[in-house]
């Protein structure tokens, strides 16, 4: 599976923005898919993840409430929707597939990333 993620830019604080990771592989429904992001010298962190029936999404902290993950398999594209941003979720983010679990290592495949800048 092969995943790519479009969407990001620069936008200012309060704004919106969204995100889209589309897959190369109709096995797409058969895979949870997540989000993570990374800002400069930090760790790699949960955003969300959406499980493969589309049914479940889990959120991180520090997006829950403010973004909305869903799926859309006719098109093999998951899209993250990103309401009222901050500086703090400036970052790369990546999308991958794999199981339904805030941890990294549970994802299989992994998209080349999108860079989120939010200005102050």
């Known amino acids: 599976v092969q995943l790519q993620a479009s969407g990001g830019g620069l936008v200012q604080a309060g704004g919106s923005l969204r995100l889209a990771c589309a897959a190369s592989k109709r096995t797409f429904s058969n895979y949870a898919m997540g989000w993570f992001r990374q800002a400069p010298g930090k760790e790699r962190e949960f955003v969300a993840v959406?499980?493969?029936?589309?049914?479940?999404?889990y959120y991180g902290a520090s997006v829950k409430g403010r973004s909305t993950l869903s799926r859309d398999d006719a098109k093999n594209t998951v899209f993250l929707q990103m309401n009222s941003l901050k500086p703090e979720d400036t970052a790369v983010y990546y999308c991958?597939?794999?199981?339904?679990?805030?941890?990294?290592?549970?994802?299989?495949?992994w998209g080349q990333g999108t860079e989120v800048t939010v200005s102050s």
């Open positions: 991958a597939a794999g199981i339904t679990s805030p941890q990294s290592a549970m994802y299989d495949y």
């Open positions: 959406i499980s493969w029936s589309g049914t479940s999404t």
